[in-house]
């Protein structure tokens, strides 16, 4: 609702004050649910924590509308958070599915907070003494959820679930940031190669050959993100947001070419320049050959040596098919 068309909370009758606290209830019991079935396959411990916290707030909603419906019957008024100026709305439901289980945690320590906030300011502004008094009540509760549901993490998370649920983080970053982020620079510094050291050999100019690398490694970086984002939604496969994976690629991608191409930016009025360029280049190829062994040493547990022959094989094949096409 726009801004002009929204009402202060000091505005609101005691009626629409009930009614907003019952629908406030309502929405975070379907985000604390929303958590919870996000967390159910990789997290379930976690997902028992949110369980728990759905069914609270669904218990406040329901000790919430029974006042209500003795004070002003069954009917409520369509009143959200979006009608209140000043209200911190929450976020989107789309957001909040992409979140790790710490991360929802510090939601959930922000929604209660807002929550005990607007307990308070009701509380202070309604004349009836049992209202006034439950939103006191519901306002230390809220207060109290950090507390509580530090309490459910140590019920539901002993050391044996804490370590399922740190492997599978593990696993969900490899998914969503390492895999994209690997292909996209094996990508970049093995598939630009080609065309930037066929460019290099077939003019001896520098700045030709700086911008055959840049576009070729901004147009790999474009194409391998929207591949990356197109080729898996993440709903069957679990690897994440199909943009955050694909956003990942594309800069990795984009980096691995633009990394090696950079040297060409050597002045072609220096002496030996072609020379000192293409030698600076592959160094930063050996560079990025060692990173990607490296990185697949680290989180797929390649033997480094393994790795790095057949990065080292895959990148010297591509460098020497540039080489010779534009040498012909």
């Known amino acids: 609702m726009a801004l002009f068309g929204q009402k202060a909370l000091g505005d609101l009758t005691e009626r629409e004050v009930l009614a907003l606290a019952i629908a406030n209830e309502e929405e975070d019991s379907r985000i604390y649910q929303l958590f919870a079935e996000a967390c159910t396959e990789s997290f379930p411990a976690s997902a028992r924590i949110f369980e728990d916290m759905a069914a609270e707030e669904r218990e406040h909603r329901t000790s919430l509308f029974e006042v209500y419906r003795a004070r002003f019957g069954e009917h409520l008024p369509p009143i959200r958070r979006e009608d209140v100026r000043g209200f911190l709305t929450r976020r989107p439901v789309w957001w909040t599915k992409n979140l790790s289980p710490d991360r929802m945690r510090e939601e959930a320590a922000i929604m209660e907070m807002q929550a005990a906030n607007f307990y308070d300011k009701a509380a202070s502004q309604t004349l ?153 280049a592959a160094a930063i190829v050996a560079v990025e050959l060692i990173a990607i062994a490296w990185i697949r040493t680290k989180y797929m547990d390649t033997p480094f040596l393994r790795s790095v022959f057949q990065v080292v094989v895959g990148g010297v094949l591509v460098l020497l098919a540039g080489i010779f096409i534009g040498s012909a």
């Open 128 to 280: 009836d003494t049992r209202i006034r008094e439950l939103f006191l009540h519901l306002a230390e509760i809220e207060r109290g959820h950090r507390k509580k549901a530090d309490q459910l993490k140590e019920a539901h998370l002993d050391d044996t679930a804490q370590g399922a649920e740190d492997a599978a983080r593990h696993r969900q970053f490899v998914l969503t940031y390492v895999q994209p982020g690997l292909a996209g620079l094996i990508d970049g510094s093995v598939s630009t190669l080609a065309p930037l050291f066929a460019a290099a050999f077939a003019t001896h100019n520098n700045w030709n050959t700086f911008l055959v690398g840049l576009a070729a490694s901004v147009g790999a970086g474009i194409s391998m993100g929207i591949t990356e984002a197109m080729s898996d939604d993440g709903i069957i496969s679990g690897r994440g947001s199909p943009w955050l994976r694909g956003l990942v690629c594309g800069a990795m991608t984009a980096i691995g070419g633009i990394g090696h191409s950079l040297p060409y930016l050597v002045p072609d009025s220096m002496a030996n320049a072609f020379y000192i360029a293409t030698a600076i």
